[in-house]
């Protein structure tokens, strides 16, 4: 049983920065991949970011070069820290967890986190 809980949503400027937190009950070493989804209302579901547990990332190319994703083994939480902003980043925001896979259906799901980025 593992739960993650995401935080760090909110109403930014575009062209602002925002870090959001995925928080898990427990170590977060074994996990084979942590990474991040959004998806707006009325639209499909749109993977965004991904670290593995040998670090390395990747990431759609909608956000390449804007957002990073990182784990903090420590504090047991994975972030994905959101720069340059844009309107269309507008979305809720959710964390995942594969214990095995990189890719393929995610083993746990945080509860979301909206972001809106307008002026």
């Known amino acids: 049983q593992v739960q993650l809980v995401e935080s760090g949503g909110g109403l930014v400027q575009p062209g602002g920065s925002l870090r959001l937190s995925c928080a898990a009950s427990r170590s977060i070493v074994s996990f084979a991949a942590m990474g991040w989804y959004r998806q707006a209302p009325g639209k499909e579901r749109e993977w965004g970011a991904v670290?593995?547990?040998?670090?390395?990332?990747n990431y759609a190319d909608s956000v390449k070069g804007r957002f990073t994703v990182s784990r903090d083994y420590v504090q047991r939480t994975m972030y994905l820290q959101m720069n340059s902003l844009k309107p269309e980043d507008t979305s809720d925001y959710y964390c995942y967890a594969n214990n095995r896979d990189v890719s393929g259906p995610s083993d746990y799901w945080g509860q979301g986190t909206q972001v809106t980025v307008s002026a």
């Open positions: 670290v593995t547990r040998g670090g390395n990332t």
